[in-house]
């Protein structure tokens, strides 16, 4: 079981990684298209679709290493007023509402990617980037998400049974 969660994990550090390249790319993108459109007036002109497909990436392959690091947004108000037994309660549910929803997203994801694949879709903009760039994305991030909320399922409930 440890050689799993290795290899998960360095998967899921990979997935970041490639979204901290992409980010970086575009602040480099945008910093010189910034100088090329004052200096130069010729502004990179798919710099804007990049742009969007960038964040596409960034978001779906860095949520996992996210959760992992228990990064995303808890309404603490909400947290620190229940008692400790009750909080691991409601974290078992939200990791449970998460591995579900994950799972039907990466699902019904893998398949659009599949048909984008298979019939050639391309997006309507200057690059004719084929969709399934687009949309692979998501069923890979929703993947290691969906085991990621059953890592942290796994580790609430042990948690759990050692409060009283």
């Given amino acids: 079981m440890r050689t799993i969660n290795r290899i998960i994990d360095t998967c899921m550090a990979a997935l970041s990684g490639i979204a901290a390249l992409a980010l970086g790319f575009l602040l480099l993108g945008i ?3 910034t100088f090329s459109r004052f200096l130069f007036n010729k502004p ?6 990049y742009s969007t497909y960038s964040l596409i990436y960034i978001t779906f392959l860095s949520a996992p290493q996210i959760l992992k690091a228990r ?3 808890y309404i ?7 008692p400790q037994k009750s ?5 078992i549910g939200v990791n449970l509402v998460g591995a579900i929803i994950s799972a039907v997203i990466f699902y019904y994801g893998s398949l659009v990617a599949k048909d984008n694949y298979l019939f050639k879709v391309k997006v309507m903009d200057s690059m004719g980037t084929p969709q399934f760039m687009l949309t692979v994305v998501i069923p890979i991030g ?3 998400l969906t085991i990621q909320f059953i890592r942290n399922l796994y580790e609430d409930y042990r948690q759990l ?4």
């Avoid at 049974?161 to 009283?164: A, D, G, N, P, R």
């Fill in 76 to 82: 603490d108000m909400i947290t620190n007023m229940l």
């Fill in 71 to 73: 990064g995303h947004i």
């Fill in 161 to 164: 049974k050692e409060v009283k």
């Fill in 31 to 33: 910093c010189y298209s």
């Fill in 142 to 144: 929703m993947f290691f």
């Fill in 44 to 49: 990179i002109t798919s710099l804007v679709e």
């Fill in 87 to 91: 909080n691991r309660i409601l974290g």
